[in-house]
């Protein structure tokens, strides 16, 4: 196994100085870091297999076809799909569950129907839904959270009812870091009724957990591409085959048909019917090399190491009296969220970014959760295996720091 130092040589930005200080990189939950494998494979298809897909006969176009069509694959195993035609390639989770809801949503839910959303969801996860509710008056329910920051499956169970259509939640908190028991709460949704739908929204999963779809029993299940180590602007839609067949296309034009003429127009097949137009094919292909580097890293590993960087930093930030910790959950992932006695969140994260150390600092787009924490904003740090404690020591520097300034 690679040491953590050898690790980080295969991230050239983790050198990177920021405010004169070597960069320490604690957002990753907005978006982590990218290998050199990555950034290769981007720049190998652009210099040298820059074509369109699914288009040309000639050999460039193929070449691209061929790579692009060879990350489904990787895709489809890295989360144990069935079949390549359950994976469409998206921009990213919000536009994967946008799609469920204009797709699936609008056609087979009717007035009166009921979405079941949590308190924890990322706002991706509730306005998607929202506007289908504005568009075919159907009724949104929301699970509560526990004040450890865990959902409250009695809630759950309440606000299951015969209107219950479709169920969507977070598979991990990015706010919270809160692990929630996906299996355990589909198993409870598929005895209830086996009808409802239940998408997941798996953002902040992928890049921490082994995610076996078949093994979890969902019907949808989304993750983005710049979240595990890929690049921005892709990301991944996972629909059972039986579902997404009898779903209509979402977006129209090139690729996603069969034929057109102005009387009739045939749509393609999967799960091409679903990526109109061009598609981000280098994205694409980086987002099939970062998923081969996690899998040669491998989960266990990483989960691992990950978990040692969260209880370090849990033991270090609970020893400072002024903080906070939002979101105890058992099961946690590496993410915390805290808050510095009455000092405002943008405040800390200026005064660690002096420090060259990079953490999120707000509502990380979950603001219903933070009502319910009744805090405007919250500090928050979030780990990836390249992490380490040292870097950790200089959060709680920067604390210290900031506690210091505000005395
Ligand atoms: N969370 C964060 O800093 P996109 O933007 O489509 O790649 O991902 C949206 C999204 C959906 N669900 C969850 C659980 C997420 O964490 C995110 C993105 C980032 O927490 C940016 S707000």
Redesign the pocket.
Known sequence: MKSISKIREDFPILKAQVNDKTLVYL?N???TQKPKTVIEAINNYYQNQNSNVHRGVHSLSQLATQKYESTREIVKNFIVAKSTDEIIFT?????S?NLIAQSYGRSFLNAGDEIIISQM?????IVPWQILCGQISVKLKVIDVTDSGELNLKSLEKLLSDKTKIVSL?H????LGTINPIKEIIKIIKNFNKDIIVSI?G??AVQHLKVNVLDLGCDFYSF?G??IYGP?GV?VLYGKRELLNKMPPWQGGGDMIASVSFDKTTYNILPYKFEAGTPNIAGVIGLGEAIKYVQNLGLDFIYEQEKKLLDYAFRKLSQIKEVKIIGQAKEKSAVISFILKDIHAHDVGTILDQSGVAI?AGH??TQPLMERFNVPATV?ASFAFYNTEEEVDNLIDGIKKTLEIFK
């Open positions: 957002d939950a907005a978006t921009r990213g989770t919000t536009e569950i969801e990322h706002h991706s996860n977070m991990v908190s990015n706010t929204d953002a902040q983005s710049h979240k921005t990301g999120r990380h787009c928050r």
